[in-house]
């Protein structure tokens, strides 16, 4: 997701300078969000940090957060997604508005990440680690991740080859370099 959001990222920032865009990048990206993140991996984190809380109760107020964090995401994502089509559709979207709302899922899904790599998920590990008997409810490589599983679904396939493209041979590294 990292990747993704870098790419976004620097999207919004040649928005910034004014360059022209191929909103189609951006539209790819988003739908990705939408439709993986937030439809499959958000609610697969969910469970994992439910279980965690039973397992953890010192984690139930940074779970709890990380909740809320979750809808708040969904919501800051779909209202940037719905201005990234008006500009593909021809209607008139102000540049500051798009940029605001571009920076502002951004920022806010960093930060996410950040607190769960930081705090959450380091518990897990210990927890993990500690103790066979631990399950967590999910199995992150179940999951079916559309553009960066095991095939690129036809959807993605051209937001793929831009990732390709712009990252080279390192497009398979995680663009951890958070803004």
Not at 61 to 81: K, N, P
Not at 99 to 126: D, I
Not at 134 to 159: C, H, M, N, R, T
């Amino acid at each position: 997701m990292a990747r993704i959001l870098k790419l976004i990222s620097s999207e919004i920032d040649a928005l910034v300078a004014e360059e022209p865009r191929d909103f189609e990048v951006l539209d790819d990206a988003m739908r990705y969000m939408i439709n993986y993140a937030d439809k499959m991996h958000h609610p697969a984190e969910d469970i994992m940090f439910r279980r965690l809380q039973e397992v953890a109760p010192e984690t139930r107020e940074l779970v709890d957060e990380l909740f809320r964090e979750h809808q708040e995401i969904t919501a800051s994502g779909s209202a940037f997604y719905e201005l990234v089509k008006a500009v593909e559709y021809g209607d008139f979207v102000l540049r500051k508005e798009i940029v605001a709302k571009g920076k502002e899922y951004v920022q806010t899904l960093y930060s996410h990440m950040r607190k769960e790599e930081e705090n959450l998920l380091r518990t897990a590990q210990k927890l993990i680690e500690s103790s066979s008997d631990i399950d967590l409810g999910v199995e992150a490589d179940k999951l079916d991740d559309p553009l960066f599983g095991e095939e690129v679904q036809k959807e993605y396939q051209s937001l793929f080859q831009h990732i390709v493209d712009q990252y080279g041979d390192d497009w398979r590294h995680p663009a951890h370099t958070l803004v």
